[in-house]
């Protein structure tokens, strides 16, 4: 089983800064990465999947990177709509595995 | 566009059998792949299994043993099974489409399942 590690467990930011987190997986698995945004009380929502490419409907601000095994998610100005926790997932093989998330804090 | 909604007794006791639905609108559920993620009360998602309306089904490992997805075509809807539950079972449960490839889109609102006496 992959395992996904995801760091800071929380990032405080001022609105307008920039926001960088990582997602470290225990193996390769190449660009098979997808992030998702969660909001307290609701869903998960799809971000970005095959490492950097954006959903529909996700603002340009968001933005993913990295393969292998070192990904990062950014969010290059803040907004205080973001404040949500984040979490990456592998699709590379089974089991599916998510890492335990990133809770991102509006400063 | 697609939509979800997942239902279900939100209380079930220890042993027993948890059974949630997962309805989906908008679109029909045959050609596709449908997935449940469940997540633990403040804590992470843990993949469940997922299902093709031609009928293979894959799921985690550890949970396997337990666990049964399945649909019904004419109701649109797609169903999960996971028996001899515990506490360690409670969690808020999702239903998802997947996209292209393995992650998910779009999701379920969620419905909390407790397991308790």
């Known amino acids: 089983e992959v395992v996904m590690t995801q760091s800071p467990a929380t990032l405080s930011v001022s609105p307008g800064e920039r926001a960088t987190l990582s997602c470290r997986a225990s193996?390769?698995?190449?660009?098979?990465l997808a992030w998702y945004q969660q909001k307290p009380g609701q869903a998960p929502r799809l971000l970005i999947y095959?490492?950097?490419t954006r959903a529909t409907g996700v603002p340009a601000r968001f933005s993913g990177s990295g393969s292998g095994t070192e990904f990062t998610l950014t969010i290059s100005s803040l907004q205080s709509e973001d404040s949500a926790v984040y979490f990456c997932?592998?699709?590379?093989?089974?089991?599916?595995?998510f890492g335990g998330g990133t809770k991102v804090e509006i400063k | 566009q697609v939509q979800l909604q997942e239902s279900g007794p939100g209380l079930v006791k220890p042993s027993e059998t948890l059974s949630l639905t997962c309805t989906v609108s908008?679109?029909?559920?045959?050609?596709?792949?449908w997935t449940w993620v469940r997540q633990p009360p403040g804590e992470g998602l843990e993949w469940i299994g997922h299902i093709y309306t031609g009928g293979s089904t894959n799921y985690n490992p550890s949970l396997k043993s337990r666990v049964t997805i399945s649909t019904d075509v004419s109701k649109n809807e797609v169903s999960l099974r996971l028996r001899s539950v515990t506490a360690a079972d409670t969690a808020v449960y999702y239903c998802?489409?997947?996209?292209?490839?393995?992650?998910?889109?779009?999701w379920g609102q969620g419905t909390l399942v407790t397991v308790s006496s």
């Open positions: 998802a489409g997947r996209g292209v490839a393995w992650y998910f889109d779009p």
């Open positions: 997932q592998h699709y590379n093989n089974w089991p599916l595995t």
């Open positions: 095959s490492a950097s």
């Open positions: 193996q390769n698995v190449y660009s098979n």
């Open positions: 908008g679109g029909s559920i045959v050609g596709s792949f």
